[in-house]
């Protein structure tokens, strides 16, 4: 069993960045491939990026491609989400999920373990 919490949500202004961490528990997230997906208010939940279970492969979506960057330090079993030029639209709830496999990729039903989630607030 993995534990995922999510932290680093905010409000940052439109232009600024942020970073999100997800810290694992219960298990080494080192084996493990780790996805970040948003989901905003009446929106359908979007993938974000994932990182392959080393650390050195990863892949985003394409409206944060770019902007966006997925770090991994299984020392500290930490997942991290490197935000800049932050839009309003890019408000969401944040959440990582593990995956075993390393298959799941944009897939977020075929995760094995999910985090609750943080809210990033990007005012304009």
């Known amino acids: 069993q993995v534990q995922l919490v999510e932290s680093g949500g905010g409000l940052v202004p439109a232009g600024g960045s942020l970073n999100l961490s997800c810290t694992g528990s219960?298990?080494?997230?080192?084996?493990?491939?780790v996805g970040w997906f948003r989901q905003a208010p009446g929106k359908e939940r979007e993938f974000a990026g994932v990182?392959?279970?080393?650390?050195?492969?990863?892949y985003y979506g394409d409206s944060v491609k770019g902007r966006f960057t997925i770090s991994k330090d299984n020392a500290k079993n930490t997942v991290y989400l490197h935000m800049n030029k932050l839009k309003p639209e890019d408000t969401a709830v944040y959440s990582c999920?593990?995956?075993?496999?390393?298959?799941?990729?944009?897939?977020?039903?075929?995760?094995?373990?999910w985090g609750q989630g943080t809210q990033v607030t990007v005012s304009p």
């Open positions: 990182i392959g279970w080393s650390g050195r492969n990863s």
């Open positions: 999920a593990a995956d075993l496999s390393g298959r799941a990729g944009r897939d977020y039903d075929a995760y094995d373990y």
């Open positions: 219960g298990d080494t997230l080192s084996t493990y491939s």
